[in-house]
């Protein structure tokens, strides 16, 4: 789907496996943020992250990828992938399901936005929320009841690019996430309610 306005030309692209080759080069030598391929979420419990990044990470993207197991959005500049949105199923992502701000809380139905990445000379222009856009499209259209994430809070103070993998607040408040009352361990959670097509 092709964007307007300021980012005219911009073509969305839902991830599937023959756009690896995109998405690691956007990611680059340092896989997108110190060797994180898009893994951290992922991370299972036993595992140390100083074991996973880098190396062991991109190829499990890799496989997850090709194997129709990732979901995410990828933005192209003509040929050129400019940016990324990472999405899913919130069970599937076992570093969650561990913390504090989530445990106990029903993941049935539930999907979660990981992370965004956005190639230099595209950051503060927009880009991340058109991915995010297209992204809950697809979470609706694929059954998600709720979707939930963790964005960092700008209200008060900027934050270099590197801390704002999450998204901000402001970006989700306008896509009608609210902050969830009552989150434990310092997180918190925003989450948006899909309303069935029947009830509209």
């Known amino acids: 789907m092709e964007t307007s306005g300021a980012l ?8 599937e496996p023959g756009l690896w080759p995109q998405l690691e080069t956007l990611f680059g030598e340092n896989g997108a943020c110190g060797g994180c391929w898009c893994w951290w979420w992922r991370l299972a419990g036993v ?26 959005m990828l933005a192209f500049d ?24 989530f445990r106990g809380t029903p993941a049935t139905g539930v999907w979660f936005v990981g992370c965004f990445f956005i190639r230099r000379g595209w ?15 697809v979470m609706e259209r694929d059954g998600a009841r709720v979707v939930e994430a963790v964005p960092k809070e700008t209200h008060e103070h900027s934050q270099p690019d590197a801390f704002l993998f999450t998204g901000t607040y402001r970006m989700f408040e306008r896509h009608e996430f609210r902050a969830t009352v009552g989150a434990r361990g310092g997180t918190t959670v925003m989450r948006r309610e899909f309303i069935p097509r029947g009830r509209q």
């Open 8 to 15: 005219a030309g911009i073509v969305c692209r839902e991830l």
């Open 78 to 101: 003509g040929e050129t992938p400019v940016g990324w949105c990472s999405f899913e199923p919130r069970a599937s992502l076992p570093r969650l399901e561990r913390s504090p701000a």
């Open 47 to 72: 595992e140390h992250w100083e074991d996973v990044k880098g190396e062991v990470a991109h190829e499990r993207l890799c496989l997850a990828v090709q194997s129709g197991r990732a979901h995410g």
């Open 123 to 137: 950051r503060r222009r927009g880009l991340a929320e058109v991915l995010l856009e297209r992204a809950l499209e």
